[in-house]
C-alpha cells in the first residue's frame, strides 16, 4: 500500500478541486462555442476557432504570462475584479482559470467532433414541427452529443490534473493554496531526499492520466459504434 505525506495529500486534494471547478466551469462555454463552430456561418469564424486552440500551440508559460498581464492585482481585468472581492492571481481561483484554459482545446475538439457527427437533418426536422432552436438543441442535439461532451470533459479535467507551465507562471507554487500536483513533484525534486514523494505523486499522475485517456477512448468508440449504426 502507498502511503502519502500530508504535504502529498494537500497536493492530490488540490489538484482535483482545481481540476474539478476548471472542468465545471468552462464546459458551458465550451458546449456553446463547440456547437457555434460546428454549425454557424459568422464572420472572424476562423479568427475565433484559432483563438479557441491557441493554448496548444503557445507555450504554457507564455499563457501563463498573458493571464498574469491581465487577471493579475495590476491587470485590467484583475484590478476589476479584485475591487468586488475576486483574486485570481496567487490564489487556487487562478490556478483553476490557468488549467481550464489549458485544457479548453481539447474539450471544445471533443465536443465539436461529436456535434459534427449528428445528422442536420434531425435538428431540421424538429425545427419543422415548431420547436425553437434552444429547444431544438436541448431536445434533439444534447442527447446525441452526451457522450462527446463526457469525453471533452475528461479530457479537459486530466490536462488540468497534469498542468504545470501556465499555473507556476500565474499563480506560483504556494503549498496548501497554489501546489498542484505537478508543482509538488518539481517542489520535491528540488530537495534532498524530495525523490520518493516525488515518484509517488508521479505514479498517482499517471494512472489518472491513463484512466481518462481509457474513459475518454471508450466514450469515442461508443460514439462511433452509434454513428456507423445509424
Not at 504535504?7 to 465545471?24: D, F, K, M, N
Not at 484554459?101 to 415548431?130: H, N
Not at 508543482?183 to 520535491?188: E, K, Q, R, T, V
Request: proline fraction near 6%; hydrophobic fraction near 55%; charge should be positive.
Amino acid at each position: 500500500m502507498i502511503l502519502f505525506g500530508p504535504e502529498e495529500w494537500q497536493a492530490i486534494a488540490l489538484s482535483l478541486r482545481v481540476s474539478v471547478w476548471a472542468t465545471v466551469c468552462s464546459l458551458p462555454l465550451g458546449v456553446f462555442l463547440a456547437y457555434a463552430l460546428a454549425r454557424w456561418r459568422f464572420p472572424g469564424k476562423q479568427i475565433l476557432n484559432g483563438l479557441v486552440h491557441l493554448p496548444l500551440i503557445l507555450p504554457p508559460v507564455v499563457t501563463g504570462y498573458i493571464l498574469l498581464l491581465t487577471f493579475g492585482t495590476q491587470g485590467p481585468v484583475g484590478r476589476l475584479l479584485q475591487e468586488v472581492g475576486i483574486v485570481l492571481a496567487f490564489h487556487w481561483t487562478g490556478a483553476a482559470l490557468a488549467a481550464g484554459i489549458m485544457g479548453f482545446p481539447l474539450m471544445v475538439r471533443a465536443i465539436r467532433l461529436s456535434i459534427d457527427a449528428v445528422d442536420p437533418k434531425l435538428e431540421q426536422a424538429a425545427s419543422t414541427l415548431g420547436a425553437s432552436r434552444g429547444w431544438v438543441f436541448v431536445t434533439v442535439t444534447l442527447p446525441l452529443i452526451l457522450p462527446g461532451v463526457l469525453a471533452g470533459a475528461i479530457l479537459a479535467f486530466a490536462k488540468a490534473m497534469g498542468e504545470f507551465g501556465a499555473t507556476i507562471t500565474f499563480v506560483s507554487n504556494i503549498p496548501g493554496q497554489t501546489r498542484t500536483l505537478p508543482s509538488a513533484i518539481y517542489a520535491f525534486l528540488q530537495v534532498p531526499g524530495g525523490e520518493g514523494a516525488a515518484i509517488r505523486l508521479v505514479i498517482v499522475s499517471v494512472v489518472l492520466a491513463l484512466a481518462a485517456l481509457f474513459l475518454s477512448e471508450a466514450i469515442s468508440r461508443r460514439v462511433a459504434a452509434r454513428v456507423a449504426g445509424a
